[in-house]
């Protein structure tokens, strides 16, 4: 009969092979050593999850309530327009070109920057996230067909929706080509807004070099 407080505990051969096994290892006199060194661990552990779990939820918290400041500003408008023709890029999505003046977004909304334009100005690119559109219920197939009626083109890649006023693209094509420039000679031979216009159109798959013909192309 075991001594009093201590009871007998009767578990499989592997698992006394396993509680020997880390006696070993630490240096325990006995299993019951190696038992009571499981527990502590595992009360550490439970005590280190529910701490993390209450990070989580603080961590959620402060996500939604960011997520509902940004969707105010969204809906407050764009920055004022500046005096100079130029190409604005926001951190998280749309990018902007008017004649005459840069209009801004502080979020990737295309509505929001087209209400900031003069009245005959139009937008030269249009870029935002996959992810937006999904949150404002934009259906993207039928936002690019709109706008490729209007006359942009318009194409879906690396999470984005790209849209490029296609007169500029057929310029810069026939820029491209008539000073038979090469892929990595673009800041050579382009400056300021037609720059920046290239840059995004190559990004958006909507103008590449050929490399077989040593020609610049577009989807026109």
Not at 101 to 123: F, H, I, W, Y
């Amino acid at each position: 009969m075991p001594p009093r407080g201590w009871v007998t505990v009767s578990v499989r051969e592997d698992v006394r092979r396993a509680l020997e096994d880390i006696a070993s290892q630490k240096g325990f006199s006995s299993l019951n050593d190696v038992i009571a060194f499981l527990l502590d661990k595992y009360r550490e552990f439970t005590d280190i999850s529910v701490k993390l779990t209450d990070v989580s939820v603080r961590c959620d918290k402060l996500l939604t309530d960011i997520s509902v400041k940004l969707d105010k500003l969204l809906q407050t408008g764009a920055t004022p327009p500046q005096t100079k023709a130029s190409t604005t890029t926001t951190s998280t999505g749309i990018v902007t070109t008017t004649s005459g003046n840069v209009t801004t977004s502080t979020g990737n909304n295309p509505q929001v920057a087209q209400s900031k334009a003069k009245a005959g100005e139009r937008k030269h690119v249009i870029v935002f996230t996959l992810e937006w559109a999904r949150q404002k219920g934009i259906n993207i197939e039928e936002y690019m067909a709109k706008k490729e009626k209007e006359g942009y083109t318009c194409n879906e890649a690396n999470r984005k929706v790209y849209c490029i006023w296609r007169e500029d693209i057929e310029q810069l094509v026939v820029d491209l080509n008539s000073m038979n420039a090469k892929l990595n000679d673009l800041d050579k031979v382009l400056s300021g807004e037609k720059l920046e216009t290239a840059k995004v159109a190559i990004e958006a798959g909507l103008l590449w070099f050929d490399g077989k013909e040593k020609r610049w192309r577009a989807p026109l």
